[in-house]
Each structure stands twice: as structure tokens, then as C-alpha cells.
């Protein structure tokens, strides 16, 4: 296993929760809110955005346009069931989501969901960590490695992991500040 791949692995794990941060809305209208929003079309259980064009023409509002007209009501049902906790608007022709503001007990709930999304990124670094120190083990043991290698690559992969758990926090801050803002 090389650091280079392990690095990349951990890189995965950041893009990963920051495509979790962007999910959560902090009170300004964004299309991301409705990234994980699927939505039943024929059977199939299928994302929001290969349905329909999704726009926000202010900062509080977020409209949805159907490719299929059909559509418009299972999409209306899975934001419904959704945990956005938004009430969508049918007009025939789309559906509109008013992004009412945040309230400070909202806030503060939505802060708790984006600490564990970022927890969830970080255990993922730790477990990429936990893989790559016991291979480095593994190539020690069978002698590929002496054991100031071992030492060395075992003291690099802790840098790494170091350096993305840094970057989640960083993460995880900026979308706090983001939620908090009034």
C-alpha cells in the first residue's frame, strides 16, 4: 500500500463530507439541499435532479421544473417525506420550496446533524489509517520492510491522517458559522 493512495483514500473521505455539509441548508435557498431527495418514478427509487431542472431564483426560494410533468406528484411526495422539513408548492407546472428562516432552536439542531456527518468523516480517515498501519504491519512481519521503515511509514500515515481530520474540522467550522448566521 502506498502513502499516495492512502492520501487519495483520505482525500475521498473529505469530498465525501462536504458533499454531506452541502445537504444541509443553512437558511439561504441551494439546490444541494436536495441532493439525497429521491424520488419513486416508475418503480425506481431515482435522485430529484435526473427529474427535474432546479433553480433558485431568490435567496428563498428553490424551484423545481419536471423534464416529465407526470412526475410532479411522487416529487412533491418525496420532499414531503423527506427530513428537509419543507412544504413544497404545486402549481401544475412546477413545484416551489419557500425556505422559511432558521430559528435558533433549529440552528442548533442542524449544527448537531453536521457534527456527525463530520465525525462520520473522520472515523472514515481513522479507519483508512487502521488499514494502511496494519498493512505496513503485515509487510513488516513477512520482512519486505525493516523495522525503522515500518516506524517511518506508520509516523507518515499519522501526518496524513492529521492533516484530513484537520480539514474536516475546517469543514465543519465554516458550515457552523454558515448555519449560525443570522
Not at 493512495?5 to 483520505?10: L, P, T
Not at 455539509?21 to 419513486?40: E, K, P, Q, W, Y
Amino acid at each position: 500500500m502506498k502513502l499516495a493512495d492512502v492520501e487519495e483514500r483520505m482525500q475521498k473521505s473529505v469530498e465525501a463530507t462536504q458533499h454531506d455539509f452541502n445537504s444541509i441548508r443553512t437558511g439561504r435557498a441551494n439546490a444541494a439541499l436536495l441532493d439525497r431527495v429521491m424520488v419513486d418514478y416508475y418503480g425506481t427509487e431515482t435522485p430529484l435532479r435526473s427529474l427535474a431542472n432546479i433553480s433558485t431564483p431568490d435567496a428563498t426560494t428553490i424551484l423545481i421544473q419536471p423534464y416529465d410533468r407526470s412526475t410532479l406528484a411522487n416529487i412533491e411526495k418525496a420532499i414531503q417525506l423527506s427530513d428537509l422539513g419543507l412544504t413544497p408548492n404545486n402549481d401544475g407546472s412546477c413545484v416551489r420550496l419557500n425556505i422559511p428562516p432558521l430559528t435558533t432552536e433549529r440552528r442548533k439542531e442542524l449544527v448537531k446533524t453536521a457534527a456527525k456527518i463530520a465525525e462520520g468523516g473522520k472515523v472514515a480517515i481513522r479507519n483508512i489509517r487502521r488499514d494502511a498501519i496494519d498493512h505496513i504491519k503485515k509487510e513488516g512481519k513477512a520482512g519486505e520492510l525493516t523495522e525503522d521503515e515500518v516506524k517511518d511509514l506508520q509516523e507518515k500515515v499519522q501526518k496524513l491522517t492529521d492533516k484530513y481530520i484537520a480539514k474536516i474540522d475546517a469543514l465543519f467550522a465554516e458550515k457552523e458559522k454558515d448555519i449560525m448566521t443570522v
